[in-house]
């Protein structure tokens, strides 16, 4: 059985928020993505997994290295859930900007 983590626990950890910034901007291996912690290459890996496991990251096979990638699909289900809170946001600040406009108008 394949054990599925929390999509939400696993970016709550600010080491796995760094890791998913690296690897949005580019495929790394383990080692490239450990290369950038003060953390041993063991605990990194472990980051890796949690991220692998809730299908935020993606591996990648390319002769005897592994690469990780964003799995879009994955980082859909985080967006889903913070959409609908964007744009009530979005609009609150929308109305202040009016009221103050408004004010400012006079």
């Known amino acids: 059985m394949k054990l599925r983590r929390d999509v939400f ?10 890791i998913i910034t690296m690897v949005a901007a580019s495929t790394m291996t383990p080692g490239a993505i450990a290369g950038h912690f003060d953390y041993s290459r063991q605990t990194i890996s472990k980051h890796i997994q949690i ?5 935020i990251l993606e591996q990648e096979q390319k002769g005897r290295e592994i690469y990780y990638k964003l799995n879009p699909v994955g980082m859909k289900q985080i967006a889903d859930f913070i959409e609908p809170f964007r744009k009530m946001w979005d609009d609150r600040f929308n109305a202040l900007e009016a009221v103050m406009q408004k004010h400012l108008s006079k």
């Open 9 to 18: 626990q696993a970016i709550a950890d600010p080491t796995r928020r760094a």
């Open 51 to 55: 991220l692998t496991e809730c299908e």
